[in-house]
């Protein structure tokens, strides 16, 4: 069964930056689209970037140009640059390793104005 962890997320003012990180175990993610979401409170969990297995990238509107999705396939590893934050980007983070009905922890990222 594939688990996931994700972290780097915090406190942070508008305008800055973060690094979020997933490490998954279990699986290898090598052939395998994997993605960030995020849910925030009262919310749906939404879509906010993909990766596939060969580095094409697709991004939720309201992020695109701020962050950027990127993967490790040796390390097992998916991470996501997160620039120009905004308030509207406080949420907890979780990474999906394809479409696994499975889910981190999620890392909860807050954006203050």
């Known amino acids: 069964q594939v688990q996931l962890v994700e972290s780097g997320g915090g406190l942070v003012q508008a305008g800055g930056s973060l690094s979020l990180s997933c490490t998954t175990s279990?699986?290898?993610?090598?052939?395998?689209?994997m993605g960030w979401y995020r849910q925030a409170p009262t919310k749906q969990r939404e879509l906010v970037a993909t990766?596939?297995?060969?580095?094409?990238?697709n991004y939720a509107d309201s992020v695109k140009g701020r962050f950027t999705i990127s993967r490790d396939n040796a390390k097992n590893m998916v991470y996501l640059q997160m620039n120009s934050l905004k308030p509207e980007d406080t949420a907890v983070y979780y990474c999906?390793?394809?479409?696994?009905?499975?889910w981190g922890q999620g890392t909860q990222v807050t954006v203050s104005s």
């Open positions: 999906r390793f394809g479409t696994s009905a499975s």
């Open positions: 279990g699986a290898s993610i090598r052939f395998v689209s």
């Open positions: 990766i596939s297995p060969r580095g094409f990238t």
